[in-house]
């Protein structure tokens, strides 16, 4: 092996990398460079691992390497597949009578309506891995191969959220095209009951638009709603998998698939799936199966790039051939955090997915899977990797005893840690934000990286916005006033431009500081200011927003419940929105704020610390210096957070040229999903470059 690299993991991600990884027996995964780039040395060792003559030229080096490019690119996607790769996806599974069987041509079988439905199960692919040859060590590998508060029923059919129909193409697509499988408990708008859900169904689409292949694969619940008949449009497959689950036995799972927006969004079917509630609980709390509903929903991700023949989509054809083997898994939190351990402990082992990678990404650090160790059994997992999942409770827990924790063993296996901002993968290195697991993350702080999410900037677009009074933009501001004026009539308080209207949206619960801003009403009110609470949660903080409101109804609204069309019309017609929460991993009210300029003042922890800049009064444009787009404080406590409120009234009131100037910065910064795809596909590449952490 042959390696220069330069790893700049720690840095920001969105800077420019240059790094480069070669291998005598496989072609290089990426080469982040135009030859121009390339010192003579490098070079040399370049030319020799690519069988180029030594005094190849920076305009030789560049044809060729675009050359390959343009040929590798033309063989992406199915049906347009080589024959040999057609047959590695397959030669390592025996399925007699499948109606996606390959034959030795490379070519799809055809289906057979009435022969039985197609499985596919590790068992099966450990009975014919033996009997496999291992392809030629002369034949060149590829360089990459592609292939609890939640909407009402209502909201959600109106299609608020609902999937445009015509795709968004980005302006920039990527060099290097990679096959993606998002997993994940909720993907919007078929499931959602907080951020992942919008992750789910926006990252991806972004990635889809710059080039890349992407599956989402999540449960197909339903709840006995209307919410499940936006299940309608998805088509069920002729596909079956078997999955063993150790002591659960056997479970065979069925497969739904939409093709939306680039995007192949599959839905893994099983009566776990069909319950009221919401995805995690109901009325009387969480579910007792939920590891075990998960870990399905782990195995079957796993399964769906190898059986399902839906990878002709992204090329324009209908179905085609799975994605293959060589793919990138992104699990999300805890819920498909199995699947690292799956790759390494089941398929690796059996030479499957032995180019595939993966990427846990973290949400939320709270959510564990934590489970006492006799679950370990029904994981599916072999006897020897109980010591990657093996867990021992801080001192400050409640509860002891040997236990597993699946993230934990997720950020293990992993090939690289991600979370939804840049403060938030430190945070959880530390005591204070790791929740016992900043141990088992500095082990791993090299491979750990943190990017902002971004937000549908067509949803959120206060030039376009059926739930506000009047369109408003940065050219022409005077339609904020008016969706100010038309809230303030809404909630009962006096029609004043003058008054300054605060607003807060969120779950009640402790994490995101309520009860600081409850605390906070009767020296708010005080200074003139009407406040507006949106939310639901903890019955405690329900009925003091309640009690709130009787006492100061001149000054305070507690909206005890939660509607789409209301929160738009608060980020609309508010001066300020206030996040007091105590952590926050990324957060994306403040940045629906700063898109409707409606200035967010929020405590410096995790995303908000990365996406707020502090109004700054002496900035000089002419020296490219920014005045700042909020206020952030610290602690999460009533008087900072007034410390901070009092500047920003100060500002409001007597120099309204720079609180507009304020309004304006906010509105056109770059919050788009674009961004975001642009920051993981770098980390995607580092992810692909490198060996697995765990190869079996």
């Given at each position: ?5 330069m ?8 800077h420019?990398?240059y790094?480069?990884?070669?291998a ?52 992406l ?88 129909e ?11 095209p ?8 909720e ?30 694969v ?39 698939h ?26 009387n ?13 782990s ?17 324009g ?5 799975p994605y ?6 992104v ?23 032995t ?6 990404a ?5 959510h ?6 006799s679950?370990?059994g ?8 109980w010591d ?7 001192d ?11 993230l ?5 296996a ?12 430190w ?10 697991l ?8 090299d ?13 959120w ?13 940065i050219?022409?501001?005077s ?10 009539k809404?909630?009962g ?5 003058k008054?300054?209207?605060?607003g ?9 500081g ?29 009925q003091?927003?309640?009690r709130?409101e009787?006492?100061r ?23 300020i ?60 406590e ?6 901070a409120?009092?500047?920003?009234l ?9 609180w ?36 079996g």
């Amino acid at each position: 092996m042959i390696e220069c690299s330069m790893d700049l993991s720690r840095l920001a991600t969105g800077h420019k990398i240059y790094s480069l990884r070669l291998a005598r027996r496989q072609q290089p995964t990426a080469v982040k460079f135009s030859a121009d780039q390339v010192h003579w040395p490098t070079r040399g060792v370049l030319c020799r691992a690519r069988k180029w003559p030594q005094n190849s030229s920076p305009t030789q080096i560049s044809a060729s390497v675009a050359a390959k490019r343009s040929k590798f690119r033309a063989s992406l996607y199915p049906p347009i597949c080589k024959e040999r790769d057609s047959i590695r996806c397959y030669a390592k599974r025996s399925r007699a009578g499948s109606a996606l069987d390959v034959e030795k041509t490379g070519k799809q079988a055809s289906p057979q309506s009435d022969g039985p439905s197609s499985t596919a199960s590790v068992d099966s692919l450990q009975r014919s891995a033996s009997t496999t040859a291992a392809p030629s060590s002369a034949e060149p590998e590829p360089a990459v191969h592609s292939s609890n508060t939640r909407p009402s029923d209502e909201e959600l059919l109106q299609g608020k959220k609902s999937l445009k129909e015509e795709p968004q193409q980005s302006s920039h697509q990527t060099d290097s095209p990679l096959d993606i499988v998002f997993v994940s408990s909720e993907v919007a708008p078929w499931s959602k009951t907080g951020g992942l859900g919008d992750v789910a169904g926006s990252l991806p689409i972004a990635l889809a638009s710059r080039g890349h292949r992407v599956m989402v694969v999540a449960p197909r619940y339903m709840h006995g709603t209307k919410a499940d008949k936006l299940y309608d449009s998805t088509q069920l497959l002729d596909v079956k998998a078997q999955l063993d689950l150790g002591e659960c036995g056997m479970q065979e799972v069925r497969f739904y698939h939409q093709h939306k927006n680039n995007v192949d969004f599959v839905f893994v079917d099983h009566p776990v799936y069909h319950r009221p509630g919401n995805p995690y609980a109901d009325e009387n709390g969480a579910f007792g199966d939920n590891v075990f509903r998960y870990t399905l929903l782990s195995m079957a991700a796993c399964e769906a790039p190898l059986v399902l023949p839906i990878g002709g989509y992204r090329s324009g054809q209908t179905g085609g051939l799975p994605y293959g083997e060589k793919c990138l898994f992104v699990a999300n939190d805890w819920h498909a955090a199995l699947v690292p351990s799956f790759l390494a402990a089941k398929y690796r082992r059996n030479g499957v997915y032995t180019d595939a990678r993966s990427i846990v990404a973290i949400h939320n650090m709270s959510h564990q899977g934590v489970e006492p160790s006799s679950f370990f059994g029904k994981l599916g997992l072999p006897s020897d990797w109980w010591d990657v999942l093996e867990w021992k409770f801080p001192d400050w827990a409640a509860v002891t005893g040997p236990a597993i924790n699946i993230l934990k063993g997720a950020i293990l296996a992993a090939d690289r840690v991600m979370t939804v901002s840049q403060g938030y993968a430190w945070e959880i290195t530390t005591s204070e934000g790791g929740w016992g697991l900043h141990e088992v993350l500095q082990s791993r702080q090299d491979k750990l990286n943190g990017i902002v999410n971004g937000i549908d900037m067509s949803e959120w677009d206060p030039s376009n916005d059926a739930d506000t009074e009047a369109a408003y933009s940065i050219d022409d501001l005077s339609g904020k006033a008016k969706c100010k004026a038309a809230l303030q009539k809404e909630l009962g308080f006096d029609v004043d431009p003058k008054i300054p209207l605060l607003g807060w949206i969120g779950r009640l619960d402790f994490q995101k500081g309520p009860d600081v801003v409850l605390q906070s009403v009767e020296p708010m009110a005080q200074r003139g200011c009407q406040i507006v609470m949106l939310g639901s949660g903890v019955p405690e903080y329900e009925q003091q927003m309640r009690r709130v409101e009787q006492e100061r109804p001149d000054h305070f609204r507690g909206w005890v419940g939660f509607s789409i069309p209301v929160s738009h019309r608060i980020m609309a017609g508010c001066d300020i929105l206030l996040m007091p929460s105590r952590f926050e991993p990324c957060g994306l009210n403040q940045l629906f704020a700063m898109r409707y300029g409606t200035i967010p003042i929020a405590h410096a922890t995790g995303g908000l610390r990365d996406t707020i800049e502090d109004y700054n009064p002496f900035a000089q444009a002419d020296k490219g210096e920014s005045i700042g787009t909020g206020w952030t404080f610290t602690p999460p406590e009533v008087q900072p957070m007034m410390q901070a409120l009092d500047l920003a009234l100060q500002t409001y009131k007597e120099h309204p040229d720079s609180w507009q100037k304020l309004m304006c910065n906010g509105m056109q910064q770059d919050l788009s999903w674009d961004r975001s795809a642009q920051q993981y596909e770098q980390i995607f590449q580092w992810a692909m470059m490198d060996p697995p952490v765990r190869p079996g």
